[in-house]
């Protein structure tokens, strides 16, 4: 079509696209007057400075929104598999080598943290077991392994799904201290959010199932907040896969909970004891009916 038909189609669009505009930000010719040097003379969405006042959260908020979810969406992602844990267990080569550079006062902790190693396994085969079954369902993936972005337990996961050739998801978040993806998230699934809430919205949007490992102040954020949506009817049942029942039962009393009166005793089945991946896939596949 010649550039004359063109401008007469009937669907082509007769504003330009924003990217397309974008170059005359750079126009050679700017006078370089006080007006067009100042501040309020740039546009707004290339407006760093305005973009982070305090008025445009709500708009920011939109913004870690929609990105990934129209990234997601186009990368043909039906749904997640969720994986949630600390960022503190050593793998299993890592393991013997963090108690040996422990001083004496925390030698009991690295030896505690080591005894763990075995979720960072788990984690890892879950991951790929998930991954090496490919399921696609209406054209998209499903059971995409997700994970926070970071080391240990959230690397596992990434790993596992490295490693059985498929892609993964890690949504890291902004921190005072230094915080990177692990090296097997998929580099065009790998995002960063600034908010706490909208990356949570984000792990459960997709989720399908939640598996959640040993961990700390950020996995029982995680963990609790999830089953919060399940008891109070705010999110339909998913399976919910809690591995360590040593751990997490001396970290959370639950039947002290429902004797206390603050839980029913049915809450308790809204989640799932496993201590290896293959139990966790069998109640997954029996939960979705699908072979396990």
């Known amino acids: 079509m010649d550039k004359k038909s063109k401008e007469h189609d009937l669907v ?19 006078p370089g007057t006080p007006q067009t040097r100042h501040e309020a003379y740039k546009l707004a969405f290339a407006d760093n400075d305005f973009l982070l006042r305090d008025e445009l959260r709500p708009v920011r908020f939109q913004l870690e929104l929609l990105k990934p979810e129209m990234l997601l969406e186009e990368a043909g992602v039906g749904s997640t598999l969720v994986m949630y844990g600390s960022a503190r267990i050593p793998s299993p080569e890592e393991a013997d080598k963090l ?13 505690k943290l080591a005894e763990k190693a075995k979720y960072y396994t788990e984690a890892y085969k879950l991951a790929r077991q998930v991954s ?14 997700c994970s926070g972005g970071g080391p240990s ?31 097997f998230v998929t580099p065009n699934l790998s995002f960063q ?29 995680e963990f609790l907040e999830l089953l919060t949506l399940i008891q109070t009817g705010k999110m339909k049942p998913i399976p919910v896969l809690l591995f360590g029942k040593d751990f997490w039962s001396r970290v959370i009393n639950f039947e002290a909970l429902v004797e206390e009166g603050t839980i029913n005793a049915e809450d308790l089945d809204l989640f799932k004891w496993c201590e290896c991946a293959d139990d966790a896939w069998c109640h997954i596949a029996e939960f979705y009916d699908l072979t396990c």
Request: hydrophobic fraction near 40%; charge should be negative.
């Open 153 to 183: 337990i959230m690397e596992a996961a990434n790993r596992g799904a490295s490693d059985a050739g498929s892609e993964s998801i890690g949504l890291n978040i902004a921190l005072p201290h230094e915080q990177y993806p692990n090296s």
């Open 193 to 221: 959010f600034h908010y706490f809430a909208l990356r949570k919205m984000h792990f459960l949007l997709r989720a399908r199932a939640v598996a959640v490992f040993p961990g700390g102040f950020g996995t029982l954020d």
């Open 12 to 30: 082509d669009h007769k504003f330009y696209h924003a990217g397309q505009e974008a170059p005359f930000l750079d126009r050679s010719e700017d």
């Open 99 to 111: 108690v040996a550079e422990a001083d004496e006062a925390r030698r009991p902790i690295a030896e």
């Open 132 to 145: 090496e079954l490919a399921i696609v369902e209406d054209g998209k993936r499903q059971f995409v392994i």
